[in-house]
């Protein structure tokens, strides 16, 4: 309408293995480029997500001049420097990078990819860094290029990397390692959800301590109490965690906008869960908008304005649920090549803009293929009134149980073209 506009922006990351939401080390995995993601240990690399979760060293106000191989410009968000750190992280010939800002070499800011370390110079004009890499982590018969030496023995052993993670996080990572030959048996049920070493405190608390956070082993305990008082059976949790729960009324429209294009793709419907959700909002109330705070997570955010009378304000939501799902995440599908399966990560102003960093300039797909994901099972999301450009603007956060594996055998298996059949 007229004096109106609006602004959209996205994040979604790839990953060579990984996926998001929590934290799991698996034999598949998924698509993020940030230090914060997070890894599982199952059978097929990684439901949660690992990806590349080595943060390279950032030298803010520095200038690495000399040794270039590449450079691009760049589109300007808010995301700054991070996709010139992500190009050179996923590049094996870069050893370090630089960031020029806009308004130095040109109107738009540019990235320097070098394949040499040159000398650092106090700089105002630039961020540079150095890449940080491993060599390799042998789990289960695999070698994860992902996963930091210094992380390698944890990864093995627990399935979670606890500096990763903050306490949730790495809680929520440790519900999420499967159970393997479980013998444990609660009220004459045998749960295979309940490893055999959690399966005495189980069976006489109905709670895991070493699975949950303080409040949520304090309202455990309390639920627990409150069903023994009842007369009901005092059973633990799965050990996954959450579950599925009734989808509150104000998210059922983003519920079904997600349904509706997983079926779409042969993807059965996700359930609400709001344990996903709860932290969702958390980040949406509170995360930075140029980050990821959990694997397997969809960032959208949006500003519009309307002027009236020569008065402008905030349009506030700046969207509806199912309006910023397809304008943001949606929207990718009909850039998705199904006959070279890949992920493009990233954050964007628009669907359909081409990401340099990516093989041959492809725009962003990683919101499309988290949504439609086959194995997928449960969502949660959040949406907050955050400050965009200075203005009320509104950020919207979706967690998923599991998702994004940037590999061609994973890609085929969960993310299907329409006219599948299921």
Known sequence: MPGEHSLVRQSQRPMQCGFEAFAVLGVTSIMFRRAWVFALLSGLCCVLAFGLAHAAEVESGVNR??????????????????????????DEQCKSW?????????????????????????????????????????????????????????ARTTGCIK??????????????????????VIDGVKRKDVADRNCREAQKTGCI????????????????????????????????????????????KMLKAHNDLRMKHCSPPLQW?????????AYAETGPLDRHGASNENMANALQLRTTNGVTTAVLPAKSDPD?????????????KYDDPQICGGFKSSCGEPKSECKGNSPVTGHFTQVVWKSATR????????????????NWVCRYDTGNTNSAAALRQNVLPVGCKP
């Open 324 to 336: 910023a799902f397809q304008d943001t995440w949606g929207c990718e599908d009909q850039y998705y």
């Open 273 to 281: 869960d709001a344990s996903l959700a709860a932290a969702a909002k």
């Open 379 to 394: 969502v949660g999301c959040g949406r907050a009134t955050r400050k965009i450009n200075g203005q009320d603007g509104t």
């Open 65 to 90: 001049a000399g040794s270039d191989y590449k450079n691009f410009e760049m589109v300007p968000t808010i995301a700054g420097f991070e996709p010139c750190k992500s190009a050179c992280e996923f």
């Open 163 to 184: 500096r990763l993670l903050n306490d949730e996080e790495y809680k929520g990572c440790l519900r999420a390692q499967p159970v393997v030959g479980s013998s444990c």
């Open 98 to 154: 630089t960031f020029v800002q806009s308004g130095v070499q040109g109107p738009k800011a540019r990235c320097w990819l070098k394949n040499a370390v040159p000398k650092a110079t106090n700089d105002k004009c630039c961020v540079s860094g150095l890449p940080v890499r491993a060599h390799g982590c042998e789990i289960n018969g695999k070698v994860r290029m992902d996963i930091l030496d210094r992380d390698c023995q944890e």
């Open 209 to 252: 301590r070493r699975l949950l956070t303080d409040e949520q082993y304090q309202n455990c305990l309390a639920a627990q109490k409150q069903k023994a008082a009842g007369g009901g059976a005092t059973t633990p949790p799965p050990a996954g965690g959450g579950g599925a729960t009734q989808v509150p009324d104000e998210w059922s």
